[in-house]
């Protein structure tokens, strides 16, 4: 069964580390190596600036990273393919990986929406507002003030519909989540778990999951063990906790996967790589039937990529 995976920190990992090798570096949790053996259909790199990268210096930072994607992972390999909307990820043959870029945050374009337009003519496709704090857009979940959408952000949130762009609700300030989805229908929460479950301010709460239920959007169930549980020790079996408990909202058709891996230190115990995706399938194929474990793994994810 082919995986597709709204969120990993591939291109941040690679840029931190040049010398580390796409195709098997032992410290990806997310190599091709692993993605070919598992299944992999498409996979979300997101462009992650670290909070260390001087702002006058983020857009280059960017750029540097649009150039990975390109040079260090896309061009050497054959079965890598970029995918810029629905239609292509669904005429992707099998034995090809598809690879989509995203946008973490939108420190990297300052107060420049060019520097968007820019990113989105590369071929960004998904744009998280902000990281877990406050910039010209809007406040993160971490940002104390809970600031919602500026001016300046909901710019950028028009940018994205009349483009075709996916607005990421993951990391967002509850009020900048409630502001977005009064501006778009495109909608996807790429890496984020249910509060009623576990606690942690990056986790939806119950109206949260029921307004992007309604929308229409994406809901991708990370890995992230402290979004797991509140104590950590996370498994396999958290991973379907929190899936089961967004289909008794209705659900079903909304959830898809969101790994996070390599921006993350800590993995499920059971679930340490990439390559063990099918162990994932395996536990999800006793609970659900053949279809619904599709719609979790790719069909959700790929009957809503802006067209
Ligand atoms: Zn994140």
């Keep these: 069964m082919k995986i597709y995976d709204a969120h990993c920190d591939v291109l941040s990992k690679m840029w931190n580390d040049p010398s580390l090798s796409f195709l098997d570096g032992a410290d990806l949790h997310t190599n091709l190596q692993q993605m070919r053996s598992a299944g992999a259909g498409l996979q979300l790199f997101a462009i992650y600036i670290p909070e260390s990268v001087p ?3 983020k857009f280059d930072c960017a750029l540097e990273m649009v150039d990975i994607f390109y040079d260090r992972i896309i061009r050497p390999y054959d079965d890598v393919v970029a995918v810029y909307s629905r239609e292509e990820a669904r005429r992707l043959p099998p034995g090809k990986i598809g690879a989509m870029l995203t946008l973490e945050g939108c420190d990297a374009i300052g107060r420049e929406i060019t520097r968007l337009k820019t990113l989105i003519r590369l071929g960004v496709r998904s744009v998280g507002l902000t990281w877990n704090y406050g910039n010209a857009a809007c406040d993160g979940i971490l940002e104390t003030r809970g600031g919602g959408l500026t001016d300046f952000g909901k710019r950028i949130v028009r940018l994205h519909n009349e483009n075709g762009i996916w607005t990421d609700v993951s990391h967002l300030s509850i009020q900048a989540f409630w502001d977005v989805l009064e501006e778009t229908d495109l909608i996807i929460a790429s890496h984020s778990n249910v509060k009623k479950i576990c606690t942690h301010p990056r986790n939806l ?4 999951l029921k307004a992007l239920i309604k929308k229409d959007a994406v809901i991708g169930v990370t ?14 079996a ?12 209705g659900g079903i058709a909304n959830i898809a996967l969101g790994s996070d891996f390599d921006g993350i230190d800590q993995v499920p115990r059971d679930l340490r790589s990439y390559g063990d995706y ?20 790719w069909r959700n994810l790929q009957e809503r990529i802006p067209s």
């Design 55 to 57: 702002d006058a210096a």
């Design 205 to 208: 709460d119950d109206q949260q």
């Design 223 to 236: 890995f992230v063990p402290k979004f797991l549980r509140n104590d950590r020790n996370a498994s396999i």
């Design 238 to 249: 958290d991973i379907l906790d929190h899936i089961d408990y967004i289909v008794s909202l």
């Design 278 to 297: 099918p162990k994932l399938i395996e536990e999800l194929r006793m609970r659900y039937s053949n279809k619904e474990v599709e719609g979790f793994l």
